[in-house]
Nanobody, 115 residues
Framework: QVELVESGGGLVQAGGSLRLSCAAS????????VDWYRQAPGKQRELVAT???????KYADSVKGRFAISRDSVKNTVYLQMNNLKPEDTGVYYC?????????WGQGTQVTVSS
């Protein structure tokens, strides 16, 4: 059974940093692409960052240069380092992976950036 567990969210002032973690069980992250999404209140969930099986990375334009996605294969965990946070980064952050055409999501972690 696949389980993804996010952690590391919290309340931070604008300009601050947070590092989110997504720990997996029942699936090996190195064999699947992993995404971070976020959902702000009243808005659709949006893709923030992706790390592929060959460790290439992609980012939404709104976070390029501020966020960095990485993977620790030993810990089977994917991270999202978020720097220079802005109030518009506020939302619930989710990690997602896909295997055999099925999507797996974590429960989400709340990030709140105060101005």
């Amino acid at each position: 059974q696949v389980e993804l567990v996010e952690s590391g969210g919290g309340l931070v002032q604008a300009g601050g940093s947070l590092r989110l973690s997504c720990a997996a069980s029942g699936i090996v992250f190195g064999f699947n692409d992993v995404d971070w999404y976020r959902q702000a209140p009243g808005k659709q969930r949006e893709l923030v960052a992706t790390i592929t099986t060959i460790s290439s990375t992609k980012y939404a334009d709104s976070v390029k240069g501020r966020f960095a996605i990485s993977r620790d294969s030993v810990k089977n965990t994917v991270y999202l380092q978020m720097n220079n946070l802005k109030p518009e980064d506020t939302g619930v952050y989710y990690c997602r992976t896909t295997r055999s055409g099925k999507n797996y999501w974590g429960q989400g972690t709340q990030v709140t950036v105060s101005s």
